[in-house]
Protein backbone atom coordinates (compact mmCIF):
# COMPACT_ATOMS: atom_id res chain seq x y z
CA UNK A 1 0.00 0.00 0.00
CA UNK A 2 1.07 3.61 -0.93
CA UNK A 3 0.90 5.30 2.32
CA UNK A 4 -2.10 7.83 2.52
CA UNK A 5 -2.14 11.20 2.59
CA UNK A 6 -5.13 13.31 2.31
CA UNK A 7 -4.16 16.49 0.64
CA UNK A 8 -1.71 14.47 -2.16
CA UNK A 9 -2.52 14.11 -5.15
CA UNK A 10 -2.55 10.03 -6.37
CA UNK A 11 -1.33 9.07 -10.35
CA UNK A 12 -1.55 6.02 -11.50
CA UNK A 13 1.12 6.06 -14.56
CA UNK A 14 0.33 2.57 -17.43
CA UNK A 15 3.57 1.91 -18.92
CA UNK A 16 5.26 3.30 -15.64
CA UNK A 17 8.68 1.37 -16.52
CA UNK A 18 9.12 2.17 -19.95
CA UNK A 19 10.99 5.30 -21.53
CA UNK A 20 8.45 8.33 -21.35
CA UNK A 21 6.40 6.48 -17.92
CA UNK A 22 9.69 6.16 -16.09
CA UNK A 23 10.28 10.35 -16.88
CA UNK A 24 6.78 10.93 -15.86
CA UNK A 25 6.72 8.69 -12.51
CA UNK A 26 10.38 11.03 -11.98
CA UNK A 27 8.07 14.32 -12.22
CA UNK A 28 5.01 13.29 -10.38
CA UNK A 29 7.45 12.18 -7.58
CA UNK A 30 9.55 15.15 -7.75
CA UNK A 31 6.51 17.37 -7.47
CA UNK A 32 4.61 16.00 -4.67
CA UNK A 33 2.47 12.86 -6.14
CA UNK A 34 1.98 9.60 -4.54
CA UNK A 35 2.56 7.47 -7.77
CA UNK A 36 1.33 4.23 -8.02
CA UNK A 37 2.90 2.48 -11.49
CA UNK A 38 1.55 -0.46 -13.46
CA UNK A 39 3.35 -2.02 -16.15
CA UNK A 40 4.18 -5.64 -17.66
CA UNK A 41 7.85 -5.14 -18.43
CA UNK A 42 7.27 -6.28 -22.11
CA UNK A 43 9.25 -3.27 -23.35
CA UNK A 44 9.73 -1.93 -20.06
CA UNK A 45 12.78 -2.49 -17.50
CA UNK A 46 12.91 -2.08 -13.39
CA UNK A 47 16.21 -0.86 -13.99
CA UNK A 48 13.84 2.66 -15.42
CA UNK A 49 12.32 2.86 -12.32
CA UNK A 50 14.92 1.23 -9.82
CA UNK A 51 16.25 4.96 -8.60
CA UNK A 52 12.85 5.66 -7.09
CA UNK A 53 12.61 5.05 -3.82
CA UNK A 54 9.98 5.96 -0.41
CA UNK A 55 6.71 5.42 0.61
CA UNK A 56 4.88 7.59 -2.33
CA UNK A 57 6.17 5.33 -5.11
CA UNK A 58 4.76 2.02 -5.82
CA UNK A 59 5.55 -0.74 -8.77
CA UNK A 60 2.96 -3.39 -9.77
CA UNK A 61 3.51 -5.68 -12.13
CA UNK A 62 0.52 -6.29 -14.46
CA UNK A 63 -0.89 -7.12 -17.67
CA UNK A 64 -3.86 -4.47 -18.69
CA UNK A 65 -5.36 -6.54 -20.97
CA UNK A 66 -6.29 -8.46 -17.70
CA UNK A 67 -8.63 -6.83 -15.33
CA UNK A 68 -6.92 -4.56 -13.03
CA UNK A 69 -8.37 -3.51 -9.49
CA UNK A 70 -6.66 -0.82 -7.31
CA UNK A 71 -7.38 -0.54 -3.73
CA UNK A 72 -6.27 3.04 -4.16
CA UNK A 73 -7.68 6.45 -4.40
CA UNK A 74 -6.96 8.08 -7.82
CA UNK A 75 -6.79 11.01 -9.04
CA UNK A 76 -5.51 11.23 -12.09
CA UNK A 77 -4.53 8.20 -14.62
CA UNK A 78 -1.76 8.22 -17.42
CA UNK A 79 -2.51 5.71 -19.56
CA UNK A 80 0.82 5.03 -21.65
CA UNK A 81 0.49 1.38 -21.36
CA UNK A 82 1.81 0.19 -25.53
CA UNK A 83 4.52 -1.19 -27.63
CA UNK A 84 5.60 1.92 -28.89
CA UNK A 85 9.10 1.54 -31.11
CA UNK A 86 8.06 -0.10 -35.06
CA UNK A 87 10.58 -3.17 -33.82
CA UNK A 88 8.67 -3.66 -30.72
CA UNK A 89 5.17 -3.61 -32.02
CA UNK A 90 5.61 -5.76 -35.04
CA UNK A 91 7.45 -8.08 -33.06
CA UNK A 92 4.33 -7.85 -30.33
CA UNK A 93 1.13 -7.03 -32.82
CA UNK A 94 -1.10 -9.05 -31.18
CA UNK A 95 -0.11 -7.74 -27.51
CA UNK A 96 -0.42 -4.19 -29.06
CA UNK A 97 -3.93 -4.53 -30.86
CA UNK A 98 -5.11 -5.92 -27.14
CA UNK A 99 -3.81 -3.47 -24.62
CA UNK A 100 -4.85 -0.13 -27.02
CA UNK A 101 -8.35 -1.90 -26.64
CA UNK A 102 -8.65 -4.15 -23.88
CA UNK A 103 -6.08 -2.70 -21.80
CA UNK A 104 -7.35 1.32 -22.66
CA UNK A 105 -10.50 -0.06 -21.77
CA UNK A 106 -9.55 -1.39 -18.60
CA UNK A 107 -8.10 1.81 -17.75
CA UNK A 108 -10.49 3.84 -18.63
CA UNK A 109 -12.98 1.50 -16.70
CA UNK A 110 -10.77 2.01 -14.01
CA UNK A 111 -10.52 5.54 -14.01
CA UNK A 112 -14.39 5.90 -14.14
CA UNK A 113 -14.63 3.77 -10.85
CA UNK A 114 -12.41 6.31 -9.29
CA UNK A 115 -13.66 9.57 -10.18
CA UNK A 116 -9.76 10.13 -11.65
CA UNK A 117 -9.21 12.60 -14.78
CA UNK A 118 -7.65 9.77 -17.54
CA UNK A 119 -5.08 11.03 -19.87
CA UNK A 120 -4.60 8.61 -23.15
CA UNK A 121 -1.28 9.17 -24.77
CA UNK A 122 -1.93 9.01 -28.15
CA UNK A 123 0.40 9.66 -31.40
CA UNK A 124 1.23 11.18 -34.28
CA UNK A 125 1.05 7.48 -36.11
CA UNK A 126 -2.60 8.00 -36.11
CA UNK A 127 -2.04 10.69 -39.01
CA UNK A 128 -0.84 7.66 -40.66
CA UNK A 129 1.41 8.70 -43.52
CA UNK A 130 -0.03 12.21 -43.86
CA UNK A 131 -1.23 14.41 -46.54
CA UNK A 132 -1.68 17.70 -44.29
CA UNK A 133 1.31 19.20 -43.38
CA UNK A 134 2.31 20.05 -40.42
CA UNK A 135 -0.60 17.96 -38.63
CA UNK A 136 -3.14 19.62 -36.92
CA UNK A 137 -5.40 18.17 -34.54
CA UNK A 138 -8.32 18.78 -37.15
CA UNK A 139 -6.77 16.56 -39.94
CA UNK A 140 -8.34 13.11 -39.94
CA UNK A 141 -5.14 10.59 -41.16
CA UNK A 142 -4.29 8.65 -43.75
CA UNK A 143 -3.78 5.54 -42.00
CA UNK A 144 -3.20 1.78 -44.08
CA UNK A 145 -4.88 -0.10 -41.60
CA UNK A 146 -3.29 -3.68 -43.30
CA UNK A 147 0.29 -2.91 -43.66
CA UNK A 148 3.22 -3.53 -41.04
CA UNK A 149 2.17 -0.20 -38.57
CA UNK A 150 -1.52 -0.87 -38.62
CA UNK A 151 -1.50 -2.64 -35.87
CA UNK A 152 -0.10 0.33 -33.86
CA UNK A 153 -1.96 2.94 -35.68
CA UNK A 154 -5.30 1.42 -35.25
CA UNK A 155 -4.94 0.80 -31.72
CA UNK A 156 -4.49 4.16 -31.01
CA UNK A 157 -7.12 5.61 -33.03
CA UNK A 158 -9.43 2.73 -31.59
CA UNK A 159 -8.10 4.14 -27.85
CA UNK A 160 -8.88 7.64 -29.01
CA UNK A 161 -12.48 6.37 -30.22
CA UNK A 162 -13.10 4.75 -26.55
CA UNK A 163 -11.91 7.38 -24.87
CA UNK A 164 -14.25 10.06 -26.58
CA UNK A 165 -17.29 7.32 -25.69
CA UNK A 166 -16.32 7.13 -22.19
CA UNK A 167 -16.35 11.40 -21.93
CA UNK A 168 -19.22 11.61 -24.31
CA UNK A 169 -21.62 9.21 -23.25
CA UNK A 170 -19.98 8.16 -19.23
CA UNK A 171 -18.98 11.75 -18.16
CA UNK A 172 -15.84 10.20 -17.78
CA UNK A 173 -13.14 13.62 -17.47
CA UNK A 174 -10.74 12.32 -19.91
CA UNK A 175 -7.55 13.89 -22.57
CA UNK A 176 -5.78 12.74 -25.52
CA UNK A 177 -2.13 13.58 -26.15
CA UNK A 178 -0.99 13.02 -29.40
CA UNK A 179 2.71 12.65 -29.20
CA UNK A 180 5.00 13.35 -31.22
CA UNK A 181 8.95 11.52 -32.08
CA UNK A 182 10.49 12.10 -28.40
CA UNK A 183 14.25 11.17 -27.39
CA UNK A 184 16.25 11.20 -24.19
CA UNK A 185 17.89 9.30 -21.78
CA UNK A 186 16.72 5.60 -20.63
CA UNK A 187 15.76 4.83 -24.83
CA UNK A 188 16.65 1.43 -25.41
CA UNK A 189 19.75 1.44 -28.00
CA UNK A 190 18.49 -1.23 -30.02
CA UNK A 191 14.69 -0.17 -29.97
CA UNK A 192 15.22 0.61 -33.69
CA UNK A 193 13.97 4.18 -33.25
CA UNK A 194 16.00 6.67 -35.27
CA UNK A 195 18.08 8.90 -32.19
CA UNK A 196 19.03 5.93 -30.25
CA UNK A 197 20.29 3.91 -33.39
CA UNK A 198 21.79 6.52 -34.54
CA UNK A 199 23.61 7.58 -30.98
CA UNK A 200 24.64 3.82 -30.59
CA UNK A 201 26.28 3.66 -33.99
CA UNK A 202 28.08 7.08 -33.46
CA UNK A 203 29.20 6.08 -30.46
CA UNK A 204 30.80 3.02 -31.71
CA UNK A 205 32.23 4.82 -34.75
CA UNK A 206 30.04 2.86 -36.86
CA UNK A 207 28.37 3.84 -39.87
CA UNK A 208 24.93 5.55 -39.32
CA UNK A 209 22.26 3.91 -41.62
CA UNK A 210 19.52 6.04 -42.88
CA UNK A 211 16.42 4.37 -44.34
CA UNK A 212 15.94 5.83 -48.05
CA UNK A 213 17.69 8.65 -48.95
CA UNK A 214 16.97 10.31 -45.64
CA UNK A 215 14.89 13.40 -47.12
CA UNK A 216 11.59 11.87 -44.89
CA UNK A 217 11.60 14.34 -42.45
CA UNK A 218 10.91 14.39 -38.51
CA UNK A 219 10.49 16.60 -35.54
CA UNK A 220 12.34 15.68 -32.12
CA UNK A 221 11.08 16.73 -28.80
CA UNK A 222 13.11 16.03 -25.74
CA UNK A 223 11.19 13.72 -22.85
CA UNK A 224 11.62 16.55 -20.26
CA UNK A 225 9.57 18.76 -22.50
CA UNK A 226 7.00 16.35 -23.24
CA UNK A 227 6.82 14.90 -20.12
CA UNK A 228 5.60 18.53 -18.69
CA UNK A 229 3.18 19.03 -21.60
CA UNK A 230 1.84 15.43 -20.44
CA UNK A 231 1.27 17.64 -17.24
CA UNK A 232 0.05 20.33 -18.04
CA UNK A 233 -2.35 18.52 -20.63
CA UNK A 234 -3.60 16.22 -17.61
CA UNK A 235 -3.86 19.55 -15.01
CA UNK A 236 -5.94 21.40 -17.67
CA UNK A 237 -10.19 21.17 -18.65
CA UNK A 238 -9.35 20.11 -22.18
CA UNK A 239 -11.12 17.14 -23.85
CA UNK A 240 -10.19 17.09 -27.69
CA UNK A 241 -6.81 15.68 -28.63
CA UNK A 242 -3.64 17.80 -28.27
CA UNK A 243 -0.60 17.78 -30.02
CA UNK A 244 3.06 17.22 -28.47
CA UNK A 245 5.69 17.60 -30.10
CA UNK A 246 8.68 19.92 -31.71
CA UNK A 247 7.87 21.87 -34.29
CA UNK A 248 11.43 22.17 -35.91
CA UNK A 249 11.07 19.74 -38.53
CA UNK A 250 14.48 18.20 -40.11
CA UNK A 251 15.11 15.41 -42.44
CA UNK A 252 16.47 12.09 -41.48
CA UNK A 253 19.88 13.07 -42.79
CA UNK A 254 20.19 16.13 -41.43
CA UNK A 255 19.64 14.40 -37.87
CA UNK A 256 22.15 11.68 -39.08
CA UNK A 257 24.54 14.80 -39.62
CA UNK A 258 23.72 16.40 -36.10
CA UNK A 259 24.55 13.11 -34.10
CA UNK A 260 27.88 13.04 -35.56
CA UNK A 261 28.86 16.68 -34.99
CA UNK A 262 26.65 16.84 -31.62
CA UNK A 263 28.79 13.43 -30.33
CA UNK A 264 32.31 14.11 -31.82
CA UNK A 265 32.16 11.21 -34.30
CA UNK A 266 33.82 10.06 -37.08
CA UNK A 267 31.31 7.68 -38.01
CA UNK A 268 30.10 7.84 -42.19
CA UNK A 269 26.63 7.60 -43.00
CA UNK A 270 24.80 4.84 -45.38
CA UNK A 271 21.54 4.13 -46.91
CA UNK A 272 19.47 1.21 -46.27
CA UNK A 273 15.89 0.48 -47.80
CA UNK A 274 13.01 2.63 -46.73
CA UNK A 275 10.79 0.36 -44.59
CA UNK A 276 7.21 -0.21 -45.88
CA UNK A 277 4.72 2.85 -44.86
CA UNK A 278 7.18 5.03 -43.39
CA UNK A 279 5.31 8.29 -42.97
CA UNK A 280 7.49 11.00 -45.48
CA UNK A 281 6.49 13.86 -43.42
CA UNK A 282 6.14 14.35 -39.59
CA UNK A 283 5.49 17.68 -37.72
CA UNK A 284 3.39 18.82 -35.49
CA UNK A 285 1.09 22.15 -35.51
CA UNK A 286 1.38 22.77 -31.42
CA UNK A 287 -1.20 26.18 -32.22
CA UNK A 288 -3.12 24.38 -29.48
CA UNK A 289 -1.06 23.34 -26.90
CA UNK A 290 0.46 26.73 -27.25
CA UNK A 291 -2.99 28.01 -26.67
CA UNK A 292 -4.52 25.96 -24.20
CA UNK A 293 -1.83 25.29 -21.98
CA UNK A 294 0.85 27.70 -22.69
CA UNK A 295 3.32 25.14 -23.93
CA UNK A 296 6.04 24.92 -26.51
CA UNK A 297 9.04 22.65 -26.27
CA UNK A 298 12.73 24.32 -24.51
CA UNK A 299 15.28 22.18 -24.94
CA UNK A 300 16.93 22.08 -28.37
CA UNK A 301 18.24 19.36 -30.27
CA UNK A 302 21.98 19.72 -29.60
CA UNK A 303 21.24 20.22 -26.07
CA UNK A 304 18.28 17.48 -25.81
CA UNK A 305 20.89 15.44 -27.67
CA UNK A 306 24.81 16.10 -25.53
CA UNK A 307 21.91 15.27 -22.24
CA UNK A 308 21.40 11.74 -24.08
CA UNK A 309 24.80 10.55 -25.22
CA UNK A 310 25.89 11.97 -21.28
CA UNK A 311 23.16 9.30 -20.00
CA UNK A 312 24.46 6.77 -22.42
CA UNK A 313 27.93 7.14 -22.13
CA UNK A 314 27.12 6.56 -18.18
CA UNK A 315 25.27 3.21 -18.65
CA UNK A 316 27.86 1.77 -21.08
CA UNK A 317 26.05 1.20 -24.19
CA UNK A 318 26.86 -1.96 -25.66
CA UNK A 319 28.62 -1.01 -28.74
CA UNK A 320 29.62 -4.57 -29.41
CA UNK A 321 26.45 -5.44 -30.82
CA UNK A 322 26.17 -3.39 -32.89
P1 LIG B 1 8.09 2.04 -24.07
O1 LIG B 1 8.00 0.79 -24.87
O2 LIG B 1 9.41 2.43 -23.52
O3 LIG B 1 7.04 2.02 -22.87
C1 LIG B 1 5.79 1.36 -22.94
C2 LIG B 1 5.56 0.66 -21.61
O4 LIG B 1 4.28 0.01 -21.63
C3 LIG B 1 6.61 -0.44 -21.35
O5 LIG B 1 7.15 -0.28 -20.05
C4 LIG B 1 5.82 -1.74 -21.48
O6 LIG B 1 6.35 -2.79 -20.70
C5 LIG B 1 4.43 -1.28 -21.03
N1 LIG B 1 3.37 -2.16 -21.53
C6 LIG B 1 3.15 -2.57 -22.81
N2 LIG B 1 2.07 -3.38 -22.85
C7 LIG B 1 1.59 -3.48 -21.59
C8 LIG B 1 0.49 -4.17 -20.99
N3 LIG B 1 -0.32 -4.96 -21.72
N4 LIG B 1 0.28 -4.03 -19.65
C9 LIG B 1 1.10 -3.26 -18.90
N5 LIG B 1 2.15 -2.57 -19.42
C10 LIG B 1 2.39 -2.69 -20.74
O7 LIG B 1 7.52 3.20 -25.02
P2 LIG B 1 7.51 4.78 -24.81
O8 LIG B 1 8.30 5.38 -25.90
O9 LIG B 1 7.83 5.11 -23.41
O10 LIG B 1 5.97 5.11 -25.11
C11 LIG B 1 5.04 5.28 -24.06
C12 LIG B 1 3.70 5.68 -24.63
O11 LIG B 1 3.83 6.91 -25.35
C13 LIG B 1 3.11 4.66 -25.60
O12 LIG B 1 1.72 4.58 -25.40
C14 LIG B 1 3.41 5.25 -26.96
O13 LIG B 1 2.44 4.88 -27.90
C15 LIG B 1 3.34 6.75 -26.67
N6 LIG B 1 4.17 7.50 -27.63
C16 LIG B 1 5.53 7.55 -27.51
C17 LIG B 1 6.27 8.26 -28.43
C18 LIG B 1 7.77 8.40 -28.34
O14 LIG B 1 8.38 9.07 -29.19
N7 LIG B 1 8.43 7.81 -27.36
C19 LIG B 1 5.63 8.90 -29.50
C20 LIG B 1 4.25 8.79 -29.62
C21 LIG B 1 3.51 8.11 -28.66
Not at 190 to 199: E, Q, S
Not at 201 to 225: E, H, I, N
Request: net charge negative; with cysteine.
Amino acid sequence: MLVYHPNVATALVTGGAGFLGSHLCDFLVGNGYRVLCVDNLDTGSLANIDHIRGEDFRFLNHDLTSHVEIDERLDVVFHLASPASPIDYQRLPLQTLKVGSYGTHNTLGLAKNKRARFLLASTSEIYGDPLMHPQSESYWGNVNPIGPRGVYDEAKRYAEAMTMAYHRQQGLDTCIARIFNTYGPRMRPHDGRAIPTFLRQALASKPLTVFGDGSQTRSFCYVDDLVRGLYLLAESGEHLPVNLGSPVEMSLLELAQTVIRVGGSSSEIVFEALPVDDPQVRQPDITRARQILGWQPEVSLEDGLRRTIAAYSHSAVDSASV
